[in-house]
């Protein structure tokens, strides 16, 4: 194999390796994605199997309320002996839908008017004020405008009244727009109150476009994970490759040198039975 | 939704249901507890009939 031949070979042996390298790192940068569908896959599986317990928990199998009945007890001694358990039972149903709130179910249209409640108590105050400073403010622009028709003024004077219109003016201005950005913010919340089951469902969408996208991105990882098995075994084959090809050219090297050391041999030979180049022409002469 | 809570839910699920398995045992031993007694009365109230000893088994 020609030196050229063989750097050549390496070569494309050293891109496969990178390429399939390359292919591996993509499939494991999505090992995070597998991580998250087996967690969901586990809430899921969890979660039926708490909702089916919870339903069965309470009740009794027909089978035993029927010996019951026909040993002459009834349903109601029964209920009575259970009572206390059932109640523990319920228990653990509240203090479980308790924990999974907390741990980031969403809310309900009521816990979520609630919690924006004292912020639009608030901001109902705050309006109220707003509106009577507004009111108390046009009053003193009114006055100053009052006392600036007034004829027995000075110079000092008409400065005096313009000063406060214009002080009371910009003050009323302030508070009118302080009061629109109130208004608007609670428009706001009350809308948000208003909207909160169409953004539920809109979420509620979000999510399950978001499950099927993911859900796509797990069949692309499968896809990518055979690949990746294909890029190991590929990589894996290119290095054994690169690893016969180094052997082969080093076998090579070592046969030229031998054919080389043979060469010289003959070479030798020939000179003793033929003699020199000098040799030769000297018994020509 | 996070892996990490994801994990904690199912953690809550899971204990929810360890807890609601302990609950029917303890469910399930009181109501065969009253067909147990049920039945023994109902035992008595033949051998009283058939003017059994109620002590004879």
């Known amino acids: 194999m020609a030196m050229e031949e063989f750097n050549k070979k390496k070569s494309d042996l050293e891109n496969q390796i990178t390429q399939a390298e390359g292919e591996a790192e993509i499939t494991l940068d999505n090992s995070e994605v597998i991580k998250l569908k087996q967690d969901l896959e586990n809430l899921e599986k969890s979660k039926a199997s708490y909702e089916d317990k919870a339903e069965q928990a309470e009740v009794t199998p027909e089978n035993q309320v029927k010996q019951v009945e026909s040993l002459g007890g009834n349903e109601t001694v029964l209920a009575e002996k259970t009572a206390e358990v059932d109640q523990k039972i319920e228990g653990v149903k509240e203090e479980t839908a308790e924990k999974v709130a907390v741990k980031g179910e969403p809310k309900g249209k009521e816990a979520f008017a609630k919690e924006l409640e004292p912020w639009n108590t608030d901001l109902a105050e705050k309006i109220g004020d707003l509106k009577n400073r507004i009111s108390m403010q046009e009053e003193e622009v009114a006055r100053a405008n009052e006392n600036l028709k007034r004829t027995d003024l000075d110079a000092a004077g008409k400065k005096m009244w313009e000063d406060s219109r214009n002080f009371w003016t910009n003050q009323a201005d302030a508070s009118r727009r302080e009061l629109g950005e109130s208004n608007r913010q609670l428009e706001k919340n009350n809308q948000q109150i208003g909207t909160f089951d169409t953004r539920k469902e809109e979420s509620a969408n979000k999510v399950e476009n978001a499950k099927k996208e993911l859900s796509d991105l797990m069949k692309e990882v499968g896809d990518l994970t055979l690949e990746h098995k294909n890029a190991v075994k590929a990589l894996r084959s290119a290095e054994a490759e690169k690893r016969n090809s180094y052997n082969e050219e080093r076998e090579v090297a070592r046969l030229f040198s031998k054919i080389q050391e043979k060469q010289s041999l003959v070479s030798k030979a020939e000179q003793k039975v033929y003699g020199t180049e000098d040799d030769h022409q000297r018994s020509f002469s | ?57």
Do not use: C, F, P, W
């Open chain 2, 1 to 57: 939704m996070t892996s990490e809570q994801a994990r904690e839910l199912t953690a809550i699920y899971d204990e929810a249901i360890r807890k609601l398995n302990d609950l029917q045992v303890e469910r399930q031993h009181i109501i065969k507890q009253y067909i147990k007694e049920l039945e023994e009365q109902k035992i008595k109230a033949l051998r009283e009939d058939l003017g059994l000893s109620t002590n004879q088994q």
